[in-house]
């Protein structure tokens, strides 16, 4: 079959990989203009246009895909299918309904649960052991389409956001190429989600990151396996010898059963250099302090004469 590609992000470049070798053809890859990046504010161009560029692919960057000119231009390819996968943008009725089998999308859940742009990390979040691929068809309410193929996968215990995005991304395209044979042959089965069991996983900003250890230790770790690499879980270091303050990203800790003495304050360092939490205590493992590289705590502690009494503290903003 040939089909457009719609989609801008690193998670769907596996699957690109895997139709480019298939008996289907990408025809067009439309997706997200460059963001300026780096020191010199550079135009980025996104994944999938540098995908598209090194395999000689057509490709075309707009910020809205559903304007009359682009469907025109979508449409001059005769397209047999559309795959979205991590686009960014919503896709309407008109795009959807232009080729002759549709429009599906991959996302990163075991749909029903999940639905939004954030699965991953709220998979991890809120504690799942399990998690997998949906492939479904595109309707206009959110991540609601018909389920046309599943598969799923564990998470490990110490699973990061960034560690299960690309484990994931690999078992999309298997399950992308089976689900769309099955379409090309008329043997794809139509499942309708159940709705009333759908939960959400809405988009992260930075601020999500900005923990608070009055939480519990156990709540905390998996927030800090859930929100690495991005928006990372932050706080403000504070040295107690110096007076000095940095802001530090938690890239992985683990957590420490303890009694916590009657008012000491939760993000305190105590004498084993472990954070106090709202319930038992943390043990940082590694650490990136801004504008520094990624390390670990025993080195990030040698290096400012770390000692008990040392705080993290919440960001405030």
């Not at 996968?153 to 956001?161: L, N, Q, R």
């Not at 042959?185 to 900005?210: C, I, N, R």
């Not at 156990?218 to 802001?247: D, Q």
Request: charged fraction near 20%; hydrophobic fraction near 40%.
């Amino acid at each position: 079959m040939k089909i457009i590609y719609l989609g801008s992000g690193e998670f769907g470049i596996a699957c690109l990989n895997a139709l480019k070798s298939s008996a289907h053809s990408v025809q067009l890859v439309v997706t997200q203009p460059p963001n300026p990046a780096g020191r010199g504010r550079k135009p980025n161009p996104t994944p999938a246009a540098r995908w598209a560029n090194t395999n000689s692919i057509p490709f075309v960057e707009t910020d809205n895909a559903n304007t009359p000119e682009m469907i025109e231009k979508i449409a001059d390819y005769e397209p047999d299918l559309i795959v979205v996968i991590a686009f960014g943008q919503k896709v309407g009725n008109d795009l959807i309904n232009l080729p002759p089998k549709s429009a599906v999308n991959v996302h990163a859940s075991l749909l029903p649960k999940y639905r939004g742009a954030a699965p991953i990390n709220w998979a991890i979040i809120n504690g799942e052991t399990e998690t997998g691929i949906s492939i479904i068809t595109l309707a206009q309410k959110m991540d609601a389409g018909c389920i046309l193929g599943q598969s799923k996968t564990d998470i490990a215990p110490d699973e990061t956001a960034g560690s299960l995005h690309d484990k994931l991304a690999q078992i999309a395209a298997p399950l992308l190429l089976k689900t769309i044979d099955q379409i090309d042959d008329g043997s794809v089965v139509y499942t309708e989600q159940d709705h009333s069991k759908a939960t959400l996983a809405p988009k992260l900003s930075k601020s999500d990151g900005f923990i608070d250890f009055n939480e519990s230790a156990a709540s905390l770790e998996k927030k800090i396996r859930g929100l690495w690499p991005w928006p990372s879980a932050s706080a403000n270091y504070l040295s107690k010898k110096t007076g000095k303050s940095v802001r530090v990203s938690i890239a992985a800790a683990q957590v420490v059963e303890t009694i916590n003495p009657p008012g000491l304050s939760a993000g305190i360092l105590d004498e084993n250099l472990n954070v106090t939490c709202g319930k038992d205590a943390l043990r940082i493992v590694q650490i990136k302090p801004a504008g520094s590289p990624l390390m670990d705590f025993k080195d990030f502690t040698n290096g400012r004469q770390t000692q008990p009494a040392d705080l993290f503290i919440r960001i405030d903003k």
